[in-house]
């Protein structure tokens, strides 16, 4: 043996958190539409940024990609015909994870592009 101590696991120091904890997505989208790509690729991006976020799926009716932050709506594709940036999601959940208002997305991209 060598004295050396082997590796050790890391906690957060005490009062610490990950960042996310405490803030809760819905994801309500429509399969059928093939939508489910676009939920695992924000979710992916959401996570990698937030890993602490609690992040919940569910199918809903046609043409539905709509994100509830907190159970509060944050972005409709119905009301906006397109998908959130992923940057627009990621500055709304930094703000409820710091305790602000939270404001509804209405910036969107386009479903898709008609070549």
Known sequence: M???PGPTC??????ETEPGSGVRIVVEYCE???FE????ELASAVKEQY??????????GTGAFEIEINGQL???KLENGGFPYEKDLIEAIRRASNGEPLEKITNSR???VIL
Do not use: D, Q
Request: glycine share 16%; charged share 15%; proline share 22%.
């Open 2 to 4: 060598s004295g050396e």
């Open 10 to 15: 890391e906690a957060p120091p005490p009062g």
């Open 51 to 60: 890993p602490g976020i609690e992040i919940e799926s569910r199918l809903g």
């Open 110 to 112: 386009p479903p898709c």
């Open 74 to 76: 944050v972005f409709s």
């Open 32 to 34: 059928p539409c093939g």
């Open 37 to 40: 790509a676009t939920y695992l």
